[in-house]
Each structure stands twice: as structure tokens, then as C-alpha cells.
């Protein structure tokens, strides 16, 4: 994902490549545009790798004559992380580990303590929520979790995003799943016929306290990940492993 | 009527945190750094953001909470007042005008965080740091809007409940009192 091609270090300049113009305009001086694009041209074929809509980051890091240049397949997030090569929340959690605390805390009680609701099942809500909210990193990696809770293919992710038109779910789960969507669009859409539907399909008070709380805290943890810009691989088989350590070791795992 | 029964001497989010006191730990813990912890953001700022968010998720119990803690915390209520109209007329600084404006993006999703935002709040001196804790405590009264809401606890019509509610989170924080709250049946 990230290569570094030379390496020295001091002060620092910063582009977000969206194209190949972009790149012979980093730096006025012309030299160091030159070098740079044949540094680059070397390790990157523009045609492959630079699509349309993919954005590219290059970072420069020059001193004197010499220089890092890092690239990037992702945007930088917002803000300076201390490892860019953390995808989604998890730069996050490094970032800030006084925080980091409290909201893996948070996800392990939710989604892994006991309860009436499998583990399946609530990482099903947290990702059905994360696709409502378009984070592309929360959706993917807690439906990889849900499937290696419920022991199913990864293509689990994308029947998430269908509604669950293939997966069979429980008629409790799918009323419950009514009330997270609920949720995700604003608390006060949860009108009492929602709560209704999934009592009588036999919800505890306590399950509906979970769904609503569940679907709220991943309305938190996506503003979290996208309000600041970090970058989530596309393909669902990148977060295989971290599906099955999100269910299997947790999320108080070391780290 | 909550959609589920809850104590019914605690409105709003107290009687939801003691309902489910295993997962109102960590939210407390969280509550607690990000506004009253060590800080460059005063905690009459932090509760500026709060109160912002609340505001336009609709969610009239947060609101009423938080702006009464900032009034209190900012020693007056003209700040609280603006800001929910027009961020720009309020008279607080250009930083804090900035970030208000990246929590009130949050508000509406992650995504509509725009660059030219962040460069503003960055041009007006804000840290990274700053930057960070502002989208998350954004996102985390997301969380607590909607658990408020989405189980339609109670919200006091009393402006005197938020009086006092307001000077407790100003004393005590966020973490659980000590002494629980069975102190508040009879009032």
C-alpha cells in the first residue's frame, strides 16, 4: 500500500494527487518536478492505477538534495495520523488511545457481552446502520465479522447492502433491523408501531434497548471514521482477518 | 411514554444509563474525557459543540442539558443562543466558529466533512488534536441524540429541571454519582 521509495527526512510537503497534471505541479522548482516524476513514473503506471475516481497521495519529504517521497494508494485523512497505513477507525484508535479505551470498551459490551442477540446477529445491525451511513469501513469490516460469526462467505457484506435478499434472518431480526434503520435516520422516527412490530415477534425490552443503542453508537463510530477522512480498502476479501479478530479475539484484543 | 420501561424518576439519558449500566460505563468514560478531560478546547467550548449538535439532531432534552451546563460554564447565555441561529454572528473566536461548523457536518454525516472546512479550522490555529476531539464529541451526541430519542424518553417540560440538571453536569461530570441517584425518587 505504501512504498517508500528514498528515504531522508525534514520539512515535509503534502499533495493529493487526483491526476497525472497534478503531480508535474507539487513544486514550482523544476528540477525537483522532473526528478520527482521520474521517481514516480518509475514505481507507478498512471494508466493502472490513477482511475478516475481513485485518488492518489503523495507525500515529499525533502532536505537539501535528497528526498522520501511516500505514496499512497488513499487520500490522507484530515488530520495528521501517527500511522497512515491504519485503514478506518483504526488510525483512529492509535491516534487518540485515551479515547481509543472507551470506544473499543463500548463495541465489545455491544456486540460481544452476553446477550438474547448473538454476536451474528448484532454485527449484522452495526453493519446494516454503517451501509445506511455510507461508511464503506465500518459496513465492510463488521459484516466480515458478522460472517465469521455466522460462519458464511463474505458475500454476506453485500446482502447487507440488498436488504438481506439471500441471507435468511429471523422475522425478530428483521423487525429489529426496522428500528435500527429508524434510528440511523434520527431517534425520533422510532414511532410505537415499530416497537410494536417487534415485540410481537417476541423482542425483549431489553433487545430493543440493544438494537436502538447499537444503531446509535454506529451512527457515532461512522461520523467518527468518515468526518475525518480515513481510507477503507475496497474489496471485502481485504477485511477477512479482521473480521474473524473482530469476532473471535474482540475488541480489546492487544493491539 | 419511553418505548420500554425506565426508571421513572430519571428523564431523559439518566434513566437509559442506568437501565443498561454496562454499556453507560464506557459512554460515561468517553463523556467524561472528551468534555471535562485535560484540554485545549475550554469545557465551555466542548459543551458548545455539544449543545450545537443536539440542536439540529432536534433532540429538545440534550439541547436544554448542554446549553444550560455552557451558559453556566461560559457565565452567560447569549453564546449558546446565537450559535444555534448563526455561527458567524456569535461572538466567540474564529477557531471555534470553524469547528462548530465541522461538528455541525458531522451532524448531518462523516462524509459532508469538507476539506475546505478542515483547512479553515486549521488556518484559524485549530490543532489536530482539536480537529479530532471536535468530530468526535460530534459524533458521540449523535449517539446520545438518538438513544434519547429512539426510545422516546422522557423529556421535562420544566425549565427548572434543566437548571439543575445543567449544574450537575457542571459539579459532577458525566461518571455515575457515587451515591447512585434512588436520592431523586421523592423529588
Do not use: W
Not at chain 1, 87 to 95: A, H
Amino acid at each position: 500500500m505504501i512504498r517508500i521509495i528514498h528515504r531522508i527526512s525534514i520539512s515535509q510537503t503534502s499533495v493529493l494527487v487526483k491526476n497525472q497534471q497534478d503531480l508535474f505541479q507539487i513544486n514550482r522548482n523544476k528540477s525537483f518536478c522532473i526528478f520527482l516524476r521520474i521517481l514516480c513514473s518509475q514505481f507507478l503506471t498512471f494508466q493502472d492505477k490513477i482511475s478516475e475516481n481513485q485518488n492518489f497521495t503523495v507525500r515529499v519529504f525533502r532536505a537539501n538534495d535528497s528526498f522520501l517521497i511516500i505514496y499512497s494508494k488513499y487520500p490522507m485523512a484530515h488530520i495528521k495520523l501517527l500511522n497512515e497505513e491504519l485503514p478506518g477507525i483504526t488510525g483512529l484508535l492509535n491516534y487518540r488511545p485515551e479515547t481509543a479505551k472507551s470506544l473499543l470498551n463500548l463495541a465489545e459490551t455491544l456486540l460481544r457481552s452476553e446477550s438474547t442477540l448473538t454476536s451474528g446477529e448484532r454485527e449484522l445491525i452495526a453493519s446494516y446502520v454503517s451501509h445506511l451511513n455510507g461508511c464503506h469501513f465500518c459496513h465492510t469490516s463488521h459484516g466480515a465479522a458478522a460472517a465469521a460469526h455466522l460462519q458464511c462467505d463474505l458475500d454476506l457484506i453485500d446482502d447487507i447492502k440488498q436488504n438481506f435478499a439471500t441471507t435468511g434472518i429471523s422475522p425478530k431480526l428483521r423487525a429489529l433491523l426496522n428500528i435500527a434503520a429508524k434510528v440511523q435516520k434520527g431517534g425520533k422516527n422510532v414511532l410505537p408501531e415499530d416497537i410494536t412490530l417487534a415485540r410481537n415477534e417476541e423482542a425483549t425490552d431489553k433487545e430493543i434497548h440493544d438494537t436502538v443503542l447499537i444503531a446509535a453508537a454506529f451512527c457515532m463510530f461512522n461520523r467518527y471514521v468518515d468526518g475525518l477522512g480515513t481510507f477503507a480498502p475496497k474489496e471485502n476479501e481485504a477485511y477477512r482477518q479482521m473480521g474473524e479478530m473482530m469476532a473471535f479475539a474482540g475488541y480489546n484484543r492487544p493491539r | 411514554m419511553p418505548h420500554i420501561p425506565l426508571p421513572e424518576h430519571l428523564p431523559g439519558i439518566t434513566g437509559l444509563l442506568e437501565y443498561s449500566q454496562d454499556t453507560a460505563q464506557p459512554i460515561r468514560e468517553l463523556t467524561q474525557f472528551l468534555l471535562r478531560g485535560e484540554n485545549t478546547l475550554s469545557a465551555g467550548e466542548r459543551e458548545l459543540i455539544a449543545t450545537i449538535v443536539s440542536h439540529n439532531n432536534e433532540c429538545k432534552f440534550c439541547t436544554s442539558a448542554h446549553t444550560a451546563a455552557a451558559d453556566l460554564l461560559l457565565g452567560e447565555s447569549k453564546t449558546c443562543k446565537i450559535i444555534k441561529q448563526d455561527i458567524d454572528k456569535a461572538e466567540i473566536s474564529e477557531k471555534m466558529k470553524a469547528l462548530l461548523k465541522i461538528a455541525k457536518m458531522v451532524q448531518k454525516s462523516g462524509k459532508s466533512v469538507t476539506k475546505e472546512a478542515i483547512e479553515l479550522a486549521k488556518n484559524n490555529g485549530a490543532t489536530d488534536l482539536e480537529i479530532h476531539d471536535t468530530v468526535l464529541i460530534a459524533g458521540l451526541f449523535c449517539l446520545y441524540n438518538r438513544y434519547v430519542d429512539g426510545l422516546a424518553s422522557v423529556t421535562p417540560a420544566d425549565p427548572g429541571f434543566y437548571e439543575y440538571l445543567g449544574e450537575r453536569i457542571v459539579n459532577h461530570g458525566y461518571n455515575r454519582l457515587p451515591q447512585g441517584y434512588d436520592h431523586l425518587k421523592n423529588k
